[in-house]
């Protein structure tokens, strides 16, 4: 996960997939050290100048294929920063991204479905 600039209730939300309730290790979902050992992006937050180059060398370092997953509409829109002079703009006009997962923030359940999709592990779309 990067964060590019989150109010951090996004970041809140994420971290709630680790926890007993959630527990997204026994779907094979869990956070790596290094984007080397990474197959997915997870962007919150709305990107900032700051934070481009660094969210760019986390692309580029993890190996592919890969996927981008951004969380929350800060990423997706820029959210109620949008406009703002330090707000690059969406997290898709910096990288390709696969899914875009809505809220202020997502809720957990939001997050495993995009993490989910992004694999093509996702049991809505077999249903779509
Ligand atoms: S999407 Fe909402 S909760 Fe998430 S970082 Fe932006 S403002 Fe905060």
Redo the contacts with the bound molecule.
């Keep these: 996960m990067v964060d590019v600039g989150?109010?951090n209730?996004?970041n809140l939300e994420v971290l709630a997939l680790a926890n007993p309730f959630y527990d997204t290790t026994r779907l094979g979902v869990f956070f790596t050290n290094s984007p080397r050992h990474a197959d997915v992006l997870l962007v919150?937050?709305?990107p900032t100048a700051e934070m481009r180059e660094p969210l760019l060398r986390a692309f580029e370092a993890i190996p592919g294929p890969k996927a981008v997953v951004a969380a929350?509409?800060?990423p997706i829109s820029g959210?109620?920063f949008a406009g703002n002079p330090g707000v690059l703009g969406p997290v898709g006009d910096i990288l390709p991204v696969d899914v875009f997962i809505p809220g202020?923030?997502p809720t957990p359940v939001n997050l495993i479905d995009g993490l989910l999709r992004a694999a093509g592990r996702s049991r809505s779309e077999e249903d779509a």
């Design positions: 989150s109010c209730s996004c919150v937050g709305v929350g509409v800060c959210g109620v202020c923030p």
